[in-house]
């Protein structure tokens, strides 16, 4: 291999072990150390593809966080043009896709929080995210009410992920598609009436009884 090559192959082997490393034992109880071990490759090399742990946490977390992203868009993209089931197949390609790999969870939605300020940038950006794509889904970006709409987003983004927390944490977990009905049953609460929700736009403040 050339010697792009090789660095490339090394950061590889390196955000594979660090993918499993983080998820379990945990992002502090590993050491750079540890991390070369496992990805067989020499601590040197380590600096040669990465400043810091953190930084190898950040790179791991951003690219569970990109296929996350790009499997709830397709999922989205692919489902029928009413807004109810737009929200829904992007709800449910979110929990089912994180928790399809318990690591992929455990990154995204506790370790992340344990690795402290110097990853706070990147979930916040994530949050972001995930909030954008709730708000081109449920309104047209000309409603009144959009400062609200994005207040509303980010409660949704908010319940899910301690929803996944509990997944993570809970012995035994609870079921996904539970993860799933309580989901979309706050989403229906918080932006839809039953009149409206087939329409494709957010239905504004509503009677909540």
Known sequence: MSAAERLADRRERLLNAAYSLFAHPGFHA???ERLCATARISNRAFYECFSSREDLMRAVYERCVEE??????QAIDKAPSTL????VAGIAE???FVTKDVRRA?????EVRRAGDVLSGARQH???AFTKIIESSVGDGSDPSAPELHLLALGLIGAMTELLI???LASPPPPTEKLVEASVHIFRRTFTTPELSGSGHYAGRHDPS
Do not use: F, K, P
């Not at 996350?68 to 868009?73: D, E, I, N, P």
């Not at 109810?84 to 929200?87: M, P, T």
């Not at 455990?106 to 506790?110: A, G, K, P, S, Y």
């Open 30 to 32: 590993t050491t750079i």
């Open 68 to 73: 996350t992203l790009a499997s709830v868009t």
């Open 84 to 87: 109810d089931d737009r929200i």
């Open 94 to 96: 979110y929990i089912r």
């Open 106 to 110: 455990r990154v995204m939605h506790l």
């Open 126 to 128: 994530t949050v972001g």
């Open 166 to 168: 509990e997944w993570v």
